[in-house]
């Protein structure tokens, strides 16, 4: 199912987007990997996206969704907008 914004991204893009960005950190080992996708994330979504990925995993949907962007959105979701 789609979930369209005035974004345009879908939230299949966006795990799709998130475990693009997990492949570009994952050489650099676990910890630094989901720091580096955490600030990627921080810096250059925008709050709409996050919300619409927070979403969609929240629906328990998500699946294809790699643990480090995961564990990022998990970590940043402990951090205030």
């Known amino acids: 199912m789609s979930d369209a914004s005035h974004s345009g991204e879908t939230a299949e893009h966006l795990v799709a987007m998130a475990n693009d960005i997990a492949d570009y950190f994952r050489p650099q080992g676990r910890e630094e990997a989901i720091a580096g996708i955490a600030n990627h994330i921080k810096r ?38």
């Open 44 to 81: 250059y979504w925008t709050v709409r996206m996050r919300q619409k990925l927070n979403a969609y995993l929240a629906r328990g949907q998500g699946g294809d969704l790699d643990e480090l962007p995961r564990a990022a959105v998990d970590r940043l979701n402990q951090q205030p907008l």
